[in-house]
């Protein structure tokens, strides 16, 4: 058969066989070119290889071991995660963390003057606050805020970073916390407050903030079930609820209303600065404790609001160049003593110890109360040397009373400070003697009857001969009670006392109100005891009230927050009679006599009548100013804390003093009204003193005889000599 030209058409075995014999064939050439590979393979020494294995399988065991411990601990962090997540209450349980009430505090017009307790002020949240609060938190506290899970380790290393710069431990100082971390800590990863279990509250709170290794570790995981439980915007909620920001106030609320006296929802770029930036130390950057350094970290927030895009150039120097200004009341700070001792009196369920949020009115009156600051200020800026550490306190009562005002010491603007005024007990003085010559009047004798002014002993039991001396140490012969009032006479005070019975002027002073230990000896009609100085303030109101016994008070009324009904009223007032009115009007004209034309002329004021009496204590240790006009009772008491004597200081000195400067500063625009006193002849000057016996003007009360006392004393006081 014809080909046509062409080559025969391969066989399929030719063609197989064809591939099956192209393999190449070893040769002999071939063999020596693959020579070289085994001089490679020679120049590989055997112990590089037996390494290179090794290492190998070390990594390979490496990355086995790596990748299952890895797996089995994250196995147990998301266990220990989802444990957490199951354990995590309502989001709203979570707001109002506090073991304490409030206590807030108003004034006589309602006004609030001071807090007391943990403020709350009622929730917020993320979305109520103001915009500019939400972001200067975020931008100050964690910028990353909603974009990472709870943790953020690039914040830890940086964290470590600074630590390490600043020459600390890694975990000591800055911390790299997330919002979300530091909420978890503020819940004590969700441990309650047992007081079965811890010592103290304080105990608590310390171990909440322990920073360790495992506690870091727990609070991580805390944190992460936090993110899964709740949204970004509810656990910046909780932040902004429970974050102390200073002057005992906790949460967003309860600092806007203390600082600046609005709602969170309202404040402004630079007010929010304030708050943020006190976040990293509330007690030290609260703007009630120092506003400049306030001022300063705001600056330093609004930077960073800046920085973050949260704020434009122009409003960050417009907030800068104008900063936030606290309220009228938290610039104030008036009444600090004032609280405390409202505090101390009331209940302790309702006020130290509450765990309600109460609302107290007071009997303060804000601005009686700035003029008592302003003039102890006045007199010691004027007239003490700078560096001296005298001390001096003030008490403002009306007549019922009702205190209007209390200085407990030079430091005004305080909290929680020694009151010299309720806690201070010091020898009274000559301020004492009124009640001794309210005694007498009582007894029916009168401001004109007398006395022989003379040397005079006593032979005390188990002391000896014992002889009182005037201050001048001279003496003044036969003189009218009002006269030895008026010049603070020693000789005729302790004559009387002991003539109508120390213990009848123990009882009026104390039925008076003066509840301190009275002293037992002669001594007792010269102010050898002790008192406060609220309590002889409180007697001489019972002077002007007609003679009556007072027991001072502040707290008018106190309320649940939200409750319309008070749960208490008024623990004070005008108490029993003690006195005769006729007595007592006319032992407010012998005081009257003091201010007059005697030792308290320092105390007169230009446009109204007032009464009062000094006081000075042996070595003047104490120096006391007492007395009152028709509208209100004030003292005052200066010395030393240590019981140093004043140098050159007398009750009609410096105390006289402030407590005119006082009293002029509480009358401003009250027209002036009289003393409801006797209006009897005025005392003789110190020349014109009759020598001549007078008969005391008997007026025994009704139903009662002429007592043995009642005796004594008109044969006293109505001739001879002893």
Wanted: a positive charge.
């Amino acid at each position: 058969m014809s080909n046509n030209g062409r080559k025969n058409p391969r066989l399929v075995a030719d063609d197989r066989r064809r591939k099956k014999t192209a393999k190449p064939q070893a040769t002999k050439s071939t063999r020596r070119k693959a020579a070289p590979k085994r001089k490679s393979g020679r120049r590989s020494p055997l112990v590089v290889r037996l390494f290179g294995g090794l290492f190998g399988w070390i990594f390979r065991l490496i990355w086995a071991a790596t990748w299952r411990i890895t797996a089995v601990v994250v196995l147990i962090i998301g266990m220990a995660v989802l444990y957490t997540y199951s354990t995590l209450p309502d989001v709203r349980e979570l707001l109002d963390g506090r073991a304490r009430g409030s206590v807030t505090l108003r004034d006589r017009d309602g006004e609030v003057f001071a807090w007391r307790g943990d403020q709350f002020g009622g929730v917020v949240t993320a979305e109520t606050v103001s915009p500019h609060l939400k972001n200067a938190v975020v931008a100050t506290e964690d910028k990353r805020f909603y974009r990472h899970f709870g943790i953020s380790p690039r914040g830890v290393a940086g964290a470590v970073r600074i630590n390490l710069s600043e020459g600390r431990g890694p975990l000591s100082g800055h911390g790299g916390s997330t919002i979300t971390q530091q909420t978890a800590k503020l819940l004590c990863l969700g441990v309650k407050y047992d007081k079965n279990l811890w010592e103290s509250e304080q105990d608590y709170v310390q171990d909440c903030r322990r920073g360790s290794l495992w506690r870091k570790a727990k609070e991580a995981i805390y944190a992460l079930a936090m993110e899964a439980k709740y949204t970004k915007n509810e656990i910046l909620s909780i932040y902004l609820n429970r974050a102390y920001m200073g002057s005992g106030a906790f949460g967003a609320e309860a600092a806007a209303q203390r600082y600046f006296g609005k709602h969170a929802a309202e404040l402004t770029p630079q007010e929010a600065a304030i708050m943020a930036g006190l976040l990293t130390a509330p007690t030290r950057l609260a703007p009630t404790t120092n506003l400049e350094r306030s001022h300063d970290r705001a600056a330093t927030v609004l930077r960073l609001m800046y920085q973050q895009g949260y704020l434009s150039e122009a409003e960050m120097e417009e907030a800068q160049n104008n900063p936030a200004m606290l309220s009228e009341a938290a610039e104030a700070q008036t009444g600090g003593y004032f609280a405390d001792w409202v505090m101390e009196s009331g209940p302790d369920f309702f006020t130290r110890d509450t765990t309600e949020d109460v609302l107290i009115s007071t009997t303060l009156d804000q601005r009686i109360q700035r003029a008592a600051e302003e003039a102890l200020q006045a007199v010691f800026d004027e007239k003490v040397k700078d560096g001296s550490k005298a001390q001096a306190a003030i008490v403002v009562m009306s007549a019922d009373g009702a205190v209007r005002a209390m200085v407990g010491g030079r430091k005004t603007k305080v909290t929680g400070a020694f009151n010299r005024a309720t806690m201070a007990n010091r020898q009274t003085g000559s301020a004492f003697k009124p009640f001794v010559y309210a005694t007498a009047l009582e007894l029916g004798y009168s401001y004109n009857s007398t006395v022989v002014d003379e040397p005079y002993c006593l032979n005390i039991p188990g002391s000896g001969r014992w002889c009182p001396e005037n201050y001048t140490r001279k003496h003044y012969g036969r003189v009218t009670l009002a006269d030895a009032l008026r010049r603070s006479l020693n000789v005729p005070a302790v004559k009387v006392s002991e003539a109508v019975g120390r213990e009848q002027v123990r009882k009026v002073a104390s039925d008076f109100g003066i509840e301190s230990s009275l002293a037992d000896g002669p001594a007792l009609a010269l102010g050898a005891s002790e008192s406060t100085l609220l309590e002889m303030t409180g007697a001489y109101a019972g002077i002007l009230n007609g003679g009556s016994s007072v027991t001072p008070y502040g707290l008018v009324e106190l309320s649940l927050l939200g409750e319309e009904e008070p749960m208490m009223g008024a623990g004070g007032g005008i108490g029993e009679r003690v006195i005769r009115e006729e007595a007592a009007k006319e032992l407010m004209f012998m005081m009257n006599q003091v201010v007059t034309t005697g030792t308290g002329g320092r105390a007169k004021l230009p446009d109204r009548e007032v009464a009062g009496k000094t006081g000075t204590t042996q070595a003047a240790r104490d120096a006391w100013f007492l007395g009152f006009s028709a509208d209100y009772v004030a003292g005052v008491w200066m010395g030393y804390d240590d019981n140093s004597p004043l140098q050159g200081v007398t009750g009609g000195g410096l105390p006289a003093e402030i407590w005119r400067e006082v009293m002029i500063r509480v009358h401003e625009g009250l027209e002036p009204k009289p003393l409801p006193m006797l209006r009897g002849q005025p005392v003789a000057s110190d020349r014109d003193i009759d020598p001549r016996p007078q008969q005391p003007q008997q007026q025994p009360q009704q139903g009662r005889g002429e007592s043995a006392v009642e005796r004594i004393l008109r044969d006293l006081l109505g001739g001879g000599n002893r």
